[in-house]
């Protein structure tokens, strides 16, 4: 990935592929609506 991007150090790394809590709250809803029906239980 750092050669793809152009990046010379992780620190480049972690600076752009962090996920924010609002964004990874978002995709959990998304993959949980898709394993089990609503109303289900895990």
């Given at each position: 990935?750092?050669a793809?991007?152009g990046?010379?150090?992780?620190?480049?790394?972690?600076?752009?592929?962090?996920v924010?809590?609002?964004?990874?709250?978002?995709?959990?809803?998304?993959?949980?609506?898709?394993?089990?029906?609503?109303?289900?239980?895990?």
């Amino acid at each position: 990935m750092m050669a793809i991007m152009g990046w010379s150090s992780s620190g480049m790394a972690r600076r752009y592929q962090h996920v924010t809590d609002g964004i990874r709250n978002t995709v959990a809803r998304q993959v949980d609506g898709l394993l089990w029906e609503e109303g289900e239980e895990p």
